[in-house]
Structures are given as structure tokens and as C-alpha cells.
């Protein structure tokens, strides 16, 4: 493999932040409980329970991002080894094991004063409006009116006012710290995966690879705090400014706040364990039998 001379396209990196954005939304801040019946409750009023099956999905879209990034700037990966590196993503990053673990973090973690704030905002007409306005974000069948929607930005830029409180709403929610971290979780296990290959072929190409994903890093967490911020004007087009702003008034109490950090935490805990537990023996290429 050939030594990277120009960075991965602006648009390529731009579709790429638009897929983290829709990732995990903008995390909905109405769970929490002290008991299991609880959690179940809130995880079903705030919409996790649907949102949960696409988890997968959205992670996957980030290994398929990168694996393409790595074929377009000449760090190919064989279409067996490519397969194989997708398959043990696939096998760790399901809806059961999310489900699970989501549920027993947000069981140990969770205040119970968080618990009873978060239930009543939860059961009002913001909450609800704010809800539903996340899991219909997102959802598969969004992703074409979203793309409607970042055309139009480019023609016409929202009002100031707006765009303060979006940000207002994702310097709590931290959605594009996360979306970098469980890049460079991504990014590392796929690393592990061709350890092997590279070690057999030409020592020089992982040191290609490591120069290459340390110039991605410096604009992928730019490009994902742009996505995100396209998103959250996206996600919350039907709710007004007076209702954004409570909303994240509500965000910053103490009680959003744990219950936001929480959630963010029991998610993405979830998947980086779940990614972190790849082993390179799952996804190395077959080595030639030994002859005697």
C-alpha cells in the first residue's frame, strides 16, 4: 500500500458526520429508575425501546465508512478480511446485547431523585412533543427528508437565536464527543484486525495505516460536531424556540443533567465494551498450514 498523499474527501468526511449524527440522535433525557419495573417503564415512554433495534445499524454505518475510506485511499482490505472484520462487528453489536446492557447500567446507575424528575417531565406535553420528535428523527425512513433538509441549509441559514440553543442542547448531550469516541473504538478494533495481515505482507503498510487514521482524526471530530448540529436543527423543525429553550433549561437542571450523562453513558458504554471485545484471532486471515 502506497503512503496517503491527500486527505479523505470533504464530502466523504460530510456524509460520514451526517451518518454519526443520525447514530444516536440527540439522547432522549427521560430515563431513569432505581428499580427494574421502572426502567422498563421509562425506557418504553422515552422512545429507547424503539430506538434500540437501530443502534447496530448506526455503529455499522461507521465500520462501512471507514473500511471504504481505507479502499479509497489505497489501504485495501481483502474482500474476505473485509468480511470477516464486518461479520465480528456484526456478532458483537446487537439488539439483544444493547437492550441488556443499556437496561442493567441505567439500573445501577440511576438516581432515584433523577428518576422521579425525569418521569414527570417525561409525561408532559413537551416531553411528549420532544419524544416523539427524536425517535421520529430517528428513524430509516427520515433519512431522505434529512437530506432535503441539509440542502436547504446550504441556501438558507437559520436564525441565530436558533442555532444558540441547538448548541445550547449539544454542549449537554455531548453527542459529538461521543460519536468521536466510539470512532476511535471502531478505528482501534479494525487496527487489531489487520495486524495479522499486515505483519505477513509488509510491516511498512500498518505504519501507512497509522499515519493515515491519525490525519483523519484532527477533522472528524470537527465534521461530527457540524453534523450534529445539522441534526439537532433537523431533529427538532416542528418544536418552537420558546419550547427548545425549556427544553434545554430542563437539560441543564441537575436532575437532566445526571439523568443526560447517564444515558450517555450506559449507551455508548455498551457498544465500546462490545466493540473492545473483538479479538484480532476473530477476524485475521487464514494463516498456510505448516509443512512437515
Known amino acids: 500500500m502506497m503512503s496517503v498523499k491527500h486527505p479523505l474527501p470533504t464530502a466523504s468526511f460530510k456524509r460520514l458526520a451526517i451518518m454519526c449524527a443520525l447514530l444516536l440522535g440527540f439522547p432522549t433525557v427521560a430515563i431513569s429508575a432505581s428499580d427494574e419495573q421502572t426502567v422498563g417503564e421509562l425506557m418504553e415512554l422515552s422512545g429507547l425501546t424503539q430506538q434500540i433495534p437501530h443502534l447496530p445499524n448506526h455503529y455499522m454505518t461507521l465500520v462501512d465508512q471507514l473500511l471504504v475510506g481505507l479502499e479509497r485511499q489505497r489501504h485495501p482490505?481483502?474482500?474476505?478480511?473485509?468480511?470477516?472484520i464486518r461479520q465480528s462487528f456484526v456478532e458483537s453489536l446487537t439488539p439483544e446485547n444493547f437492550a441488556s446492557e443499556i437496561r442493567s447500567r441505567l439500573i445501577e446507575n440511576l438516581s432515584e431523585?433523577?428518576?422521579?424528575?425525569?418521569?414527570?417531565?417525561?409525561?408532559?406535553?413537551?416531553?411528549?412533543?420532544?419524544?416523539?420528535?427524536?425517535?421520529?428523527?430517528?428513524?430509516?425512513?427520515?433519512?431522505?427528508?434529512?437530506a432535503t433538509f441539509f440542502l436547504q441549509l446550504q441556501l438558507?441559514?437559520?436564525a441565530p437565536e436558533r442555532l444558540q440553543v441547538v448548541r445550547r442542547i449539544e454542549a449537554i448531550t455531548q453527542g459529538s464527543e461521543m460519536a468521536t469516541e466510539a470512532?476511535?473504538?471502531?478505528?482501534?478494533?479494525?487496527?487489531?484486525?489487520?495486524?495479522?495481515?499486515y505483519r505477513a505482507k509488509n510491516p511498512q503498510n500498518k505504519?501507512?495505516?497509522?499515519?493515515?487514521?491519525?490525519?483523519m482524526r484532527g477533522s472528524v471530530k470537527g465534521m461530527f460536531e457540524q453534523g450534529r448540529l445539522f441534526q439537532g436543527l433537523f431533529t427538532y423543525r416542528a418544536v418552537t424556540d420558546e419550547e427548545?429553550?425549556?427544553?434545554?433549561?430542563f437539560l441543564e437542571s441537575p436532575a437532566g443533567k445526571d439523568v443526560t450523562h447517564t444515558?450517555?453513558?450506559a449507551v455508548q458504554g455498551a457498544a465500546i465494551d462490545a466493540i473492545q471485545s473483538i479479538k484480532p484471532s476473530r477476524t485475521k486471515s487464514v494463516q498456510p498450514r505448516e509443512t512437515a
Not at 482490505?77 to 473485509?82: D, M, P, Y
Not at 482501534?188 to 484486525?193: D, E, L, M, N, S
Open 156 to 158: 438558507e441559514r437559520p
Open 113 to 146: 431523585d433523577a428518576a422521579l424528575a425525569t418521569t414527570s417531565w417525561l409525561r408532559s406535553d413537551l416531553g411528549r412533543k420532544i419524544t416523539t420528535a427524536e425517535v421520529n428523527a430517528s428513524s430509516a425512513e427520515q433519512s431522505v427528508q434529512f
Open 183 to 197: 470512532w476511535e473504538a471502531i478505528v482501534a478494533a479494525i487496527g487489531r484486525a489487520l495486524e495479522g495481515e
Open 244 to 249: 427548545l429553550k425549556e427544553y434545554a433549561e
Open 263 to 265: 444515558i450517555n453513558r
Open 207 to 215: 505504519t501507512n495505516l497509522e499515519e493515515y487514521l491519525a490525519s
Open 77 to 84: 482490505v481483502s474482500k474476505t478480511l473485509r468480511s470477516q
